[in-house]
């Protein structure tokens, strides 16, 4: 497995959130949450290693009392302001010698303020989901908010016991008790703080039949449609397998709340849909690709900064033309051909590889890195395209990505320089023609 990198980014788009002078290895969060007034009581362990020497550590987390930190076992000064938890060291941490950092919280979540709305822990009718795309996670544990810096988790939450809580990665154990239940998960792949979920709810649980485990959760009244709506994911996946490589994780997790979305949601290893987009007629059976193809192309291999968001919501837009396509409905080729026509009355105002932080979820971002992929495609040739796609995501399988590396990669398999050709479908404002 390809650990992930420290990568260094000179220009964040959101430089409030993240650290690059220290990474974290492994996260260890133990959560006791109580839904009738949404709060949470919290310790989390954190194994930090820094890149540089550091006489204070920086901290993301969100409006909390923080009640104790610790740094190797030993009670330290810290201030907590302005979602920044600043600690201070008794000695210089030392690069490369990981350190055990040990946080006591507790409050009500709250959503982290964007030009979204909203980020991260939300309350819902009856239960709770986290959605911290891009700079959420600090609404619910400490954390270095940056998506290059990823880690391996341990989840642990106690609930009332008539509720279900969903996390990222394998659940270890389930255990009642007079105070609640008690659920354990634990995230081996690396994952960064922006993917980690908590789903808390009323749901009933079924499983999918497919090439790896398919699980299910939404409410009782809910399951002919939602069986319905995703029984097809198991050829999806299936198809995706054999377009992108082996699928990444050990399982897939749905979850369909009973609460109207906006959009769905991906985490690693988890979507979450809204009770709109289950109808029974698989109308929104292109987003359920959209989530699926995230796990590739977002969960297992993750941008470096969010400048480069079309690595992720470009791959998995094209992964929706190509279910289109092998369901027998319309070509990629019609798709992406319909597709140019209305992207070429738009703006042409927008650079894919540099859209800016208020337009990283922009739709041009989603359609144009579609096109990118299909005008690469014709370019290539499915012959190279497809094997391109799957050495792309074996190489980079857990890890850390960028543009820069994605056009390196490219060109090994094209018989004559595609510079031209990929600066202007990746750079240039104006939507190139289709080749």
């Known amino acids: 497995m390809q650990r992930s990198r420290n990568v260094s980014v000179l220009h964040p788009y959101f430089p409030q959130h993240g650290d690059e002078s220290y990474g974290v290895d492994h996260y260890d969060l133990t959560l006791d949450y109580r839904l009738a007034s949404n709060r949470i009581d919290a310790v989390a362990r954190l194994l930090v290693t820094p890149v540089e020497p550091l006489d204070r550590l920086t901290l993301d987390l969100g409006v909390f009392r923080v009640a104790q930190v610790l740094v190797g076992g030993e009670r330290l000064p810290h201030t907590h302001r302005d979602g920044k938890l600043r600690i201070t060291p008794?000695?210089?941490?030392?690069?490369?010698?990981?350190?055990?950092?040990?946080v006591r919280y507790s409050g009500t979540p709250r959503p982290v303020r964007s030009h979204w709305g909203g980020l991260g822990w939300e309350e819902l009718t009856d239960g709770a989901l986290v959605a911290s795309q891009p700079t959420g996670?600090?609404?619910?544990?400490?954390?270095?908010?940056?998506?290059?810096?990823?880690?391996?988790?341990?989840i642990s939450v106690t609930a009332a016991a008539a509720y279900q809580v969903v996390a990222n990665g394998r659940l270890v154990s389930k255990r009642r008790a007079a105070s609640g239940t008690t659920w354990v998960y634990e995230q081996d792949e690396p994952m960064a703080a922006y993917l980690a979920s908590i789903q808390i709810g009323r749901y009933q649980r079924a499983e999918l039949p497919g090439p790896v485990p398919q699980h299910l959760a939404y409410p009782a009244r809910l399951a002919t449609r939602v069986k319905h709506d995703f029984g097809r994911q198991a050829q999806m996946l299936a198809a995706f397998t054999e377009r992108f490589g082996p699928y990444p994780f050990d399982a897939y997790t749905v979850v369909v709340v009973d609460d109207e979305l906006e959009i769905p949601i991906e985490a690693q290893g988890v979507s979450v849909f809204g009770v709109n987009?289950?109808?029974?007629?698989?109308?929104?059976?292109?987003l359920v690709a959209h989530e699926l193809a995230?796990?590739?192309?977002?969960?297992s291999l993750t941008l470096a900064d969010w400048r480069d968001i079309w690595l992720h919501e470009g791959f998995a837009a094209y992964a929706e033309w190509l279910w289109s396509e092998d369901s027998g409905a319309d070509s990629a080729d019609e798709h992406a051909r319909r597709w140019h026509r209305r992207l070429a009355t738009m703006p042409q105002d927008l650079v894919l590889t540099d859209p800016g932080p208020d337009r990283i979820f922009d739709d041009r971002v989603y359609k144009r890195g579609a096109l990118t992929l299909h005008a690469l495609r014709r370019t290539l040739?499915?012959?190279?395209?497809?094997?391109?796609l799957r050495d792309w995501t074996t190489a980079h399988r857990h890890g850390v990505v960028t543009t820069a590396e994605f056009r390196a990669h490219v060109q090994r398999y094209a018989t004559r320089p595609l510079d031209t050709f990929l600066w202007t479908w990746l750079h240039d404002r104006r939507l190139p023609l289709l080749p």
């Open 90 to 102: 008794g000695r210089s941490l030392l690069p490369g010698e990981p350190v055990t950092v040990e």
């Open 137 to 154: 996670a600090p609404s619910w544990f400490p954390c270095n908010d940056r998506p290059g810096d990823k880690a391996t988790y341990r």
């Open 277 to 286: 987009h289950v109808e029974g007629r698989r109308r929104y059976e292109r």
């Open 294 to 299: 995230h796990q590739w192309y977002g969960n």
């Open 381 to 388: 040739g499915d012959a190279a395209f497809f094997p391109m």
